[in-house]
T-cell receptor, first 111, second 111 residues
Framework: KNQVEQSPQSLIILEGKNCTLQ??????????LRWYKQDTGRGPVSLTI?????NTKSNGRYTATLDADTKQSSLHITASQLSDSASYIC??????????FGAGTTVTVRA | GAGVSQSPSNKVTEKGKDVELRCDPI?????LYWYRQSLGQGLEFLIY????????KSGLPSDRFSAERTGGSVSTLTIQRTQQEDSAVYLC?????????FGPGTRLLVL
């Protein structure tokens, strides 16, 4: 069964600090890896999409990395803001539309 | 519209009743997806529509679940004879390329 595991399950950080979220996957074959941000009560919003050949991709203060050999990805949040409080979901695709979702990491940013 | 919309936003029903959930995708998007998000779980793929092609129904958990997409636009997810384990958030997404754009979801509670 294709699996996407995320860690930690949740974390609390102070405003202005950085944090890194981890994602390990066993999805095969691999097409692309995505990170989504889901605010409470809202649908997920895409942050980054990376294909096999991409090692890193940034979207503002969010930077995602991908190591397709070890099947690991990370999402780094720089200089966190209160609005970064959300669930961050790692999603892996083995074709263009069928996605495997991680359970998410809940990030809480405190002032 | 500006984004994917879903209705109702919340639905409370009694066990055994049928429910219909509606999704209005972004205009022009050819692909439409339904997902289920249970508390603490990753999103679960239900069904995928692409243009006039036969839908991929491989994620539907039982024959109580069905979905239609009329005229290549609006979609309805129907759950017959609802059970308590059907309680979840049902998310719809649409896309033209790789990026899927999600609606806010319908929160279904089966009593």
């Amino acid at each position: 069964k294709n699996q996407v595991e995320q860690s930690p399950q949740s974390l609390i950080i102070l405003e202005g600090k950085n944090c890194t979220l981890q994602c390990n996957y066993t999805v095969s074959p691999f097409s692309n890896l995505r990170w989504y941000k889901q605010d409470t009560g809202r649908g997920p919003v895409s942050l980054t999409i990376m294909t096999f050949s991409e090692n890193t991709k940034s979207n503002g203060r969010y930077t995602a990395t991908l190591d397709a050999d070890t099947k690991q990805s990370s999402l780094h949040i720089t200089a966190s803001q209160l609005s970064d409080s959300a669930s961050y979901i790692c999603v892996v695709s083995n074709n263009d539309y069928k996605l495997s979702f991680g359970a998410g990491t809940t990030v809480t940013v405190r002032a | 519209g500006a984004g994917v919309s879903q209705s109702p936003s919340n639905k409370v029903t009694e066990k055994g009743k049928d429910v219909e959930l509606r999704c209005d995708p972004i205009s022009g998007h050819t692909a439409l997806y339904w997902y289920r998000q249970s508390l603490g779980q990753g999103l679960e793929f239900l069904i995928y529509f692409q243009g006039n092609s036969a839908p991929d129904k491989s994620g539907l958990p039982s024959d109580r679940f069905s979905a239609e997409r009329t005229g290549g636009s609006v979609s309805t997810l129907t759950i017959q004879r609802t059970q308590q384990e059907d309680s979840a958030v049902y998310l719809c997404a649409s896309s033209l390329g790789l990026t899927q754009y999600f609606g806010p979801g319908t929160r279904l509670l089966v009593l």
